[in-house]
Structure formats: C-alpha cells, structure tokens
C-alpha cells in the first residue's frame, strides 16, 4: 500500500506495483484525466505534475517514490478555474489542440510560485522542457506574463 497526497486529499493506493508510474496511479486508478500521457519517456512535459511544489514528469515517477508526498495536478491547480494561469489561458486563447496544455500550465505554475515576475528568458528556461507540437510558445509566454500581472493587480488590491 502506497499513500500519499494528490490535491490536497490523501489518498491510499494498493494492489499497484511499486514501478508503476505515477501517470497510470492518477489516470487509471485514480481518475485524474487532467494528466496527459505523452512521450511516456519524461521528454515532452504532458504528463507535468507537482511533487512537493516541484514540477515532475508523472510518467517518469514510480509510486514508490512518491509516497508520503503531495503531488498536484491540473485539477487542484483551481477546482474552478480561477487561477491567474488558467484565467489567462483562456483570456489568451492559448491552447490549439490542447493537448500539452495541463503539463504547460503545470509548469508555468511552479514558475510563477518560485518567481512572480519572469523575464521571456526565465520562462523559456522554465518551459524548455514541455513541448508544444502546435507551437503555440508565444502565446503561451504571453499568458505567463498576463497571469503574472493578475497575481500582481490582485496583491495591490488586497493591499488597498
């Protein structure tokens, strides 16, 4: 038996082997849909999550290793949507097929906690790892910045 935190609920996993990845725990048995399977070889990002606030390849973790830590994915990012990420993805238009979208909003979202105000060179480095194949880089930038500012006008508000 396995147990560890997925967005903010624990959460006990057996009969799973211990090399599972942690991808298949949260898709199949689990039910979190939000984690894409991509290139299964930790190379594309698709499958980002969160362990312990850090960005993860899902298909990459084994179970395992995650036990006794909290992982978070696409959907405890907001139950609702209203994360600056999200808002301005939509905002935005960002997503094409949509596909890599949750491991890019996963990424990004552990960028912006670590650095509130990113240069175009710190989110590159911080997004070189999630590959888009519709190229949507731009706008996803673009939207990096915009929720940056969100956070930003929403601190000024509350320090109103």
């Known amino acids: 038996m396995f147990k560890f935190q997925v967005n903010g609920q624990m959460r006990i996993v057996g009969d799973v082997s211990p090399d599972t990845p942690l991808l298949w725990v949260l898709r199949d048995h689990l039910k979190f849909k939000g984690v894409k399977f991509g290139c299964g070889g930790g190379f594309c990002g698709a499958c980002t999550v969160h362990l312990d606030g850090q960005p993860a390849r899902a ?23 209203s994360h600056p990420l999200q808002r301005a993805w939509v905002e935005l238009d960002v997503p094409q097929c949509g596909y890599c979208q949750s491991g890019q909003l996963m990424s990004a979202a552990a960028l912006l906690a670590q650095n509130p105000h990113p240069t175009d060179a710190d989110i590159d480095a911080a997004m070189s790892g999630n590959i888009c194949r519709c190229g949507t880089y731009g706008r996803i930038r673009r939207a990096i910045h915009h929720a940056a500012q969100i956070s930003a006008d929403a601190t000024a508000k509350q320090g109103d």
């Not at 298909?59 to 949507?81: F, K, M």
Request: with cysteine; glycine share 14%; net charge negative.
């Open 59 to 81: 298909c990459q973790l084994p179970l395992a290793a995650v036990a006794g830590h909290r992982i978070t994915t696409i959907e405890g990012l907001s139950p609702d949507g």
